[in-house]
């Protein structure tokens, strides 16, 4: 009897033993599956950030083969699409995104930015009015902006500007594209006060010091803005002048500034020494 009871209690020490090793395993798998999902949503959020745009539409193409049904790894080759410089390409993968039941106001606004890349701007404009007003980004009011200038609703594209500046720690850009649209409109003392905000924010944008100087050659102020530049940037500024002068009829304005802009630049300034050349040579003849 004493055997019996001994061996019922092996057979019910390993059957718990078993059950023990059992529940052990399963808590594992799932413990090293719910580590995976975050290794994959960390590499993910570097693919999209810090790697470059290329690798990361490799690794997002693979990813969405593997697993089709993740709107999650579309919406990361979308975007990743867009950072290559492949807007149209990521057009129907955004396409996929936005018909799904997971779609989000972040995606309405990255599917309208790669339409607005593609030059789909009607498209743009119907997916951006999908999006409810309480939804306020830097992001849908700069492309809310700038599908208004595209219409030439000049009162809304102000709105939309001054409350995406109003929206971020970073406006340099988004006051270079108001002031561009100032430009447009030939408000050119509203365009030069733009740029010059951008400049002031961002010392390295040279797109806004050169539209500046287009801004004050509009007004026929041929003089350099007060702006930290280098010798270079100076010597590209004087020539952006000298063209702008000589667009208006000052030629002889123009051809000073020429003059300045070969002598300021380090190096030989080949674009403004053919200007300049071809300026003395009309005359000539």
């Known amino acids: 009897m004493r055997n019996i009871v001994a061996g019922m209690l092996c057979v019910t020490g390993a059957m718990v033993l078993a059950a023990c090793e059992k529940s052990t395993e399963a808590e594992v798998e799932r413990a090293i599956e719910g580590v995976n999902v975050i290794d994959e949503t960390n590499l993910n959020d570097i693919m999209l950030t810090v790697g470059d745009p290329n690798e990361a539409v490799n690794y997002f193409t693979r990813a969405t083969k593997e697993k089709p049904e ?6 990361g080759l979308a975007k990743s699409l867009v950072r290559a410089k492949r807007p149209e390409s990521a057009l129907p993968v955004w396409r996929e995104v936005v018909a799904s039941d997971e779609v989000t106001d972040d995606d309405r606004v990255g599917f ?3 339409l607005i890349r593609s030059g789909r701007w009607d498209e743009a404009k119907s997916e951006l009015d999908k999006i409810p007003p309480t939804y306020e980004t830097f992001q849908r009011y700069r492309l809310e902006a700038m599908v208004a200038d595209s219409n030439k609703d000049w009162e809304r594209a102000d709105s939309f500007y001054e409350t995406a500046v109003g929206l971020t720690t970073t406006p340099a850009n988004v006051l270079n594209n108001w002031g561009y649209s100032k430009l447009i409109r030939k408000d050119y003392e509203g365009a030069e006060r733009l740029f010059l905000e951008a400049v002031r924010n961002d010392r390295k944008l040279f797109t806004a010091k050169n539209n500046l100087v287009l801004a004050r050659g509009a007004q026929r102020n041929y003089t350099l803005p007060v702006v930290q530049m280098t010798q270079i940037e100076r010597a590209q500024l004087l020539h952006t002048l000298a063209l702008s002068a000589i667009k208006q009829g000052d030629v002889a304005t123009g051809r000073a500034l020429l003059r300045d802009a070969v002598d300021t630049h380090p190096q030989h300034f080949e674009a403004a020494a ?3 050349n071809a ?3 009309n005359v000539v003849n």
């Open 70 to 75: 993740r709107i999650d790894l579309k919406r």
């Open 279 to 281: 300026l003395e040579e």
């Open 274 to 276: 053919r200007s300049l």
């Open 112 to 114: 309208a930015d790669a």
